[in-house]
């Protein structure tokens, strides 16, 4: 575990002693004020889904609601919006849910946003420990259990999967996913389908051969259509009693009065099953319900308020800077969004927490009531050996209680972004890591050498809510043996290489603001020096470089409401 090299009182002046003493007794004070310094760690309240797409966003209040009382399968996508994983899967999952708008009667589906500070809870409580995480909830769903999680993100096999579940939830009414009985004919199916409730005036009989699922999709194709009702028949005699030679025919419709015509369809697949019966259907005047409105998603792509073109002006115009902004919005949201998401922490991710926590405490570039609510925290989380995530968001609101607002930040700024779902907490979060490998760096040397890449890592192993982010940091931690890093430069130099590994693969992809292109960092207009003439790095002046931009000293107050931020 990581544990400063010497107690932060050694290292202080006697002359600080009553301001110690000052701190102390503020920290004392906590649990009797009455100001709650809980920092406003939304992210934002754009969704990358919207009902346009047939998605209906829900959140803590609304998803356990939904999935009680909807009397329909729910499919719920729990994203998170920083996971390139989700914002790449994202026009997947659009296209699998206008496809289904037509199984509406069926199937709901649903967003739940895991990176959004107020959702934190339901994630947890569902477990999420990778997004995107697809699970079904069927119709009876009383509330208990997590829902069946379906192992694809395949479009054909998601829909499948739910083609399985909702037959399976749904076998009454106009809907008969069993094949009729042996002893089935017309009146003995007429009867099934009139009566109150009903509005069917036709019913398809199909030919489902064994091993087949032709008649279950059939069904689902005309889900659209409230004049037909479509049954299934797997055995020959049963089309025998309709008057039916399954060797030559393989679909038919029949009206109440029990007239049956046999139909052609141009293949054996249930969409031209389904088309073939809509043509009948179109003929004899019967229509099926509208399809999803083409309304197109309000759009949030053009960057509009002059607050952000302002940021982003000024970005623009200082690049490259640090700004103290992002490093207090990735703290505010590791302590009120990432590390919360944990089910339970005890031994190793314990081990975790407390070295993530010990870093941010003697290198954080928090105010004086930031220092306080860390070093408090550390101090806890020292003695406590299992936790909830629940009692970690406890925890931390009890250390914050009586403290004056350490959050100030409200907006990303070195990390603005001029597309939605863009840059935001993983690039705050790289700003603060690489900071953090800086600030170690300097005298005193509070933490040992590698404090910082452990932390790092166990962040990635335990906690990181982007699970692609997660699982390729690791490869490379192993792959680059982070745990051989023995000194301060080297942790710095480890991190803006494995930094710069990541840009390369993710450089051009879907998740790169235009405006801000992953490059080989840092640019060579930024530091000339850093390469040399045969465009190898020069590690001496790369290393200068970071030591000055991620200083301190250096960082801009930029974005925080006071131009000196914190007075
Ligand atoms: C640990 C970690 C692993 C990740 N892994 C993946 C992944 O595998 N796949 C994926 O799609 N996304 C991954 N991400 C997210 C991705 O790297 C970016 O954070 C995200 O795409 C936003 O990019 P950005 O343009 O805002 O800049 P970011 O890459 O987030 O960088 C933030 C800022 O750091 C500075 N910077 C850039 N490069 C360096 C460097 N080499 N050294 C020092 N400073 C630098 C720049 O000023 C930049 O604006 C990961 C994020 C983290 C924190």
């Known amino acids: ?128 420990l990778h997004t995107p995480t697809l699970r079904y909830f069927p119709p009876a769903f009383s509330g208990n259990g997590l829902g069946t999680e379906l192992p694809t993100i395949k479009p054909k096999e998601i829909i499948d999967l739910l083609a399985g579940y909702l037959a399976k939830d749904f076998n009454a009414g106009q809907l008969h996913f069993e094949p009729l009985r042996p002893d089935s004919d017309a009146n003995a199916t007429i009867a099934e389908h009139v009566g109150p409730g009903h509005t069917e005036e036709y019913i398809a009989l199909v030919f489902q051969p064994k091993g087949s699922n032709i008649g279950r999709d059939t069904i689902f194709e005309m889900l659209p259509y409230p004049a037909v009702a479509v049954r299934i028949v797997d055995d020959a005699q049963v089309f025998a009693n309709f008057g039916l030679a399954a060797h030559e025919q393989k679909l038919a419709i029949m009206d109440l009065d029990g007239n049956i015509l046999a139909l052609k369809s141009t293949q054996e697949s249930s969409q031209a099953y389904a088309a073939s019966i809509a043509e009948y259907l179109a003929q004899m005047g019967r229509t099926p319900w509208p399809p999803l409105p083409t309304t197109r998603a309000p759009k949030t792509s053009s960057v509009r308020n002059r607050e952000k073109l302002a940021i982003l002006a000024t970005v623009r115009r200082e690049s490259p800077r640090v700004y103290r902004a992002d490093l207090e919005q990735a703290i505010d949201k590791l302590l009120h969004i990432e590390l919360p998401k944990a089910g339970l922490i005890e031994g190793d991710n314990m081990t975790a927490l407390r070295n993530i926590i010990a870093v941010l405490r003697y290198n954080n570039p928090l105010n004086k009531d930031g220092q306080l609510l860390l070093t408090a925290l550390d101090d806890s989380v020292l003695s406590i050996n299992r936790l909830t995530g629940n009692e970690f968001v406890d925890l931390v609101k009890s250390k914050e209680k009586g ?136 590690r001496t002046e790369v290393l200068r470089y970071l030591k000055n931009i991620y200083d301190t000293k250096n960082l801009s107050f930029y974005g925080l409401p006071t131009s000196r931020g914190y007075e």
Request: charged letters at 20%.
């Open 1 to 128: 575990m990581i544990r400063p090299l010497k107690r932060l009182m050694l290292l202080l002046p006697t002359a600080t002693l009553p301001v110690i003493i000052w701190l102390l007794l503020l920290s004392s004070a906590t649990g009797t004020g009455t100001a709650t310094a809980k920092a406003n760690a939304m992210t934002g309240e754009v969704s990358l889904y919207n009902e346009a797409d047939n998605v209906v966003n829900a959140d803590t209040n609304t998803l356990l609601p939904h999935l009680r009382t909807t009397p329909k399968g729910k499919l719920v996508q729990f994203i998170n919006i920083f996971c390139g994983d989700c914002r790449r899967f994202a026009p997947t999952f659009k296209g699998v849910a206008r496809e289904l708008y037509k199984w509406k009667s069926l199937l709901s589906i649903y967003a739940v946003d895991c990176a959004q500070e107020r959702n934190v809870a339901i994630c947890r409580d569902y477990q999420i």
């Open 403 to 538: 403290l004056g607002n350490v959050f100030k930040a409200k907006r990303d700024i070195g990390c603005i972004s001029t597309r939605p779902f863009l840059r935001g907490f993983t690039c705050s979060l790289w700003t603060l890591f690489h900071h953090l490998t800086v600030a170690a760096a300097r005298q005193p040397n509070t933490l040992k050498a590698g404090s910082v890449l452990s932390a790092v890592h166990g962040f990635a192993k335990y906690f990181f809510g982007c699970s692609d982010c997660a699982q390729h940091f690791l490869a490379m931690a192993e792959r680059k043996h982070i745990e051989l890093v023995a000194d301060h430069d080297a942790e710095i130099l480890w991190l803006w290489e494995a930094h710069n590994e990541v840009n390369s693969r993710v450089a051009g992809d879907t998740t790169e603001d235009p405006e801000f292109p992953k490059i080989q960092f840092p640019s060579t207009t930024a530091c000339p020096a850093c390469r040399h003439e045969n465009s190898q790095w020069n």
